[in-house]
């Protein structure tokens, strides 16, 4: 294994380890699934701006495969809701490698990783979890019920996140930081 390789497997373990610490720091939990953490998702959408797509998704499954252990045993209902809501939606935090040469790379991969993932959930909570709609949500909005909470929570931490990446003393350590890493 080359010395770039290594490196971008340590990294990328020490920033899915961070992730999974911080999704257990809830600033606030929806009622059927769902919470604003303190900005685990940032976390795993770095190794894919530090490093590319293939190390962002594979770093980002790896991710999902933390989340669906965490908490997915008691929420099974098919194999398909299992990678919509925890497969799926949290490797999609791994596209952010797409924009990784991009100038404002980790903003839009970041934004762009979480839309896909609130998708997915949303998706899996039209196909699967509609039963937990609450009964005075109008019924000529049925569709939208889920896009409505899962978005809630994810764009919730999404802002969160954004505005802090958006300080320019973060945005200048974490490009400091993405060129110590993407040095050979």
Same mark, same amino acid.
Not at 152 to 162: C, K
């Given at each position: ?22 999704? %257990? ?22 190794? =894919? ?13 790896? %991710? ?29 935090? =791994? ?60 764009? =919730?931490? =999404? ?26």
């Amino acid at each position: 294994m080359n010395h770039m390789k290594l490196r971008a497997l340590c990294e990328g373990a020490v920033l899915v380890a961070v992730a999974e610490i911080l999704s %257990f720091i809830k600033l606030w939990e929806m009622p059927w699934g769902g919470s604003i953490t303190l900005c685990s998702m940032l976390f795993v959408t770095m190794i =894919g701006y530090w490093y590319g797509p293939k190390v962002g998704l594979t770093a980002a499954f790896a %991710f999902s495969l933390l989340q669906f252990v965490q908490d997915g045993g008691s929420y099974i209902l098919s194999p398909l809701q299992a990678c919509l809501d925890y497969i799926f939606a949290f490797a999609a935090l =791994g596209l952010s490698g797409f924009f990784n040469k991009q100038k404002n790379g980790l903003l839009k991969g970041y934004l762009v990783a979480i839309l896909v993932r609130g998708l997915c959930h949303s998706i899996g909570g039209y196909l699967y979890w509609m039963d937990y709609m609450p009964d005075n949500f109008p019924k000529s909005l049925t569709a939208i019920y889920p896009i409505a909470y899962n978005y809630a929570y994810i764009l =919730g931490e =999404g802002l969160i996140t954004v505005i802090i990446i958006m300080l320019p003393p973060v945005k200048k350590a974490i490009e400091k930081v993405k060129a110590m890493a993407v040095q050979a």
